[in-house]
């Protein structure tokens, strides 16, 4: 007999043993922490998907009510058999009403209090919106934006970023200098997620890279509203390229930000394949 599993009978024969003792005692086996004989470390076990109303900053509003969208995970040392899932929603009900980017890595220490382990990851998704004013008509519509909040604590990593994904329009340069009339556009998708030493507001992030494509995108738009975007579009081509180095360009100039990762995706509209640029900070 080979040590592991000699290891994994004696596992066994001992998790049997406190099964009867506590039998007819009146108290319930905690199961997640009996022994497990199979000597693997797990880096994350947790819950994922879990919907959560929490309260954001809002540069314009004070704060904005959102339903998010909630991952939490620690390591699990090989020893144990389990880990506790309830506790993870107890750490978020302890937070109710008050998790925001100041409060994310105390919840995490509290995770790895609570889980006894030596790692914790969060990760929150949730819809921003903020209303935004049609170019000509000056009308008024509420824009989603899809954001997150990510983070790790171990003993190696004390992490914590901001994602922002923000759709615009680019038009293609090629396109408009090859032909003799019109260049094909896109909606396109730019992603920012950001590390930095103090607080920045989430629109003034979404402004930055509207501006670093060829036009913006509106909910609501009238006939002269989109008579304008498109034509400031056409007269403001982009490559996936320049979307990206415009954006770390302007990011560059910003001391608040240590770390940053830009990506752009245009979802094609001539081609059945999307056009895709990565720019990182190391």
């Given at each position: 007999?080979?040590?592991?599993?000699?290891?994994?009978?004696?596992?066994?024969?001992?998790?049997?043993?406190?099964?009867?003792?506590?039998?007819?005692?009146?108290?319930?086996?905690?199961?997640?922490?009996?022994?497990?004989?199979?000597?693997?470390?797990?880096?994350?076990?947790?819950?994922?998907?879990?919907?959560?109303?929490?309260?954001?900053?809002?540069?314009?509003?004070?704060?904005?009510?959102?339903?998010?969208?909630?991952?939490m995970y620690v390591n699990l040392p090989h020893r144990f058999k389990g880990t506790?899932?309830?506790?993870?929603?107890?750490?978020?009900?302890?937070?109710?009403?008050?998790?925001?980017?100041?409060?994310?890595?105390?919840?995490?220490?509290?995770?790895?209090?609570?889980?006894?382990?030596?790692?914790?990851?969060?990760?929150?998704?949730?819809?921003?919106?903020?209303?935004?004013?049609?170019?000509?008509?000056?009308?008024?519509?509420?824009?989603?934006?899809?954001?997150?909040?990510?983070?790790?604590?171990?003993?190696?990593?004390?992490?914590?970023?901001?994602?922002?994904?923000?759709?615009?329009?680019?038009?293609?340069?090629?396109?408009?200098?090859?032909?003799?009339?019109?260049?094909?556009?896109?909606?396109?998708?730019?992603?920012?997620?950001?590390?930095?030493?103090?607080?920045?507001?989430?629109?003034?992030i979404i402004r930055l890279a509207e501006e670093s494509a060829s036009s913006e995108?509106?909910?609501?738009?009238?006939?002269?509203?989109?008579?304008?975007?498109?034509?400031?579009?056409?007269?403001?081509?982009?490559?996936?390229?320049?979307?990206?180095?415009?954006?770390?360009?302007?990011?560059?100039?910003?001391?608040?930000?240590?770390?940053?990762?830009?990506?752009?995706?245009?979802?094609?509209?001539?081609?059945?394949?999307?056009?895709?640029?990565?720019?990182?900070k190391s």
């Open positions: 007999m080979g040590i592991r599993k000699f290891k994994g009978v004696i596992y066994e024969k001992l998790n049997v043993r406190i099964h009867r003792e506590l039998k007819g005692t009146g108290k319930m086996v905690d199961v997640q922490n009996l022994k497990d004989h199979r000597n693997i470390d797990i880096q994350k076990v947790g819950v994922k998907g879990i919907k959560y109303p929490i309260i954001v900053l809002d540069k314009e509003n004070g704060t904005q009510h959102v339903n998010a969208t909630i991952n506790h899932m309830s506790r993870f929603v107890e750490v978020l009900n302890d937070y109710r009403g008050r998790i925001n980017i100041k409060t994310f890595r105390k919840i995490l220490s509290e995770m790895k209090e609570k889980l006894n382990a030596e790692s914790a990851h969060m990760e929150i998704n949730f819809p921003y919106f903020v209303e935004k004013t049609a170019p000509v008509s000056k009308a008024k519509s509420l824009m989603e934006y899809q954001c997150s909040f990510l983070g790790e604590n171990s003993g190696e990593k004390d992490d914590f970023l901001v994602g922002i994904a923000v759709p615009v329009t680019t038009a293609c340069p090629c396109s408009k200098e090859i032909s003799e009339a019109g260049a094909h556009n896109q909606r396109s998708i730019v992603r920012v997620n950001l590390k930095f030493k103090k607080f920045f507001w989430i629109e003034d995108i509106f909910s609501l738009l009238k006939r002269a509203d989109e008579k304008y975007v498109t034509e400031k579009a056409y007269n403001n081509p982009m490559f996936v390229e320049d979307v990206v180095r415009t954006i770390a360009e302007k990011l560059n100039r910003i001391e608040n930000f240590t770390w940053y990762s830009v990506e752009a995706e245009n979802m094609e509209s001539i081609h059945n394949h999307n056009a895709y640029a990565y720019i990182e």
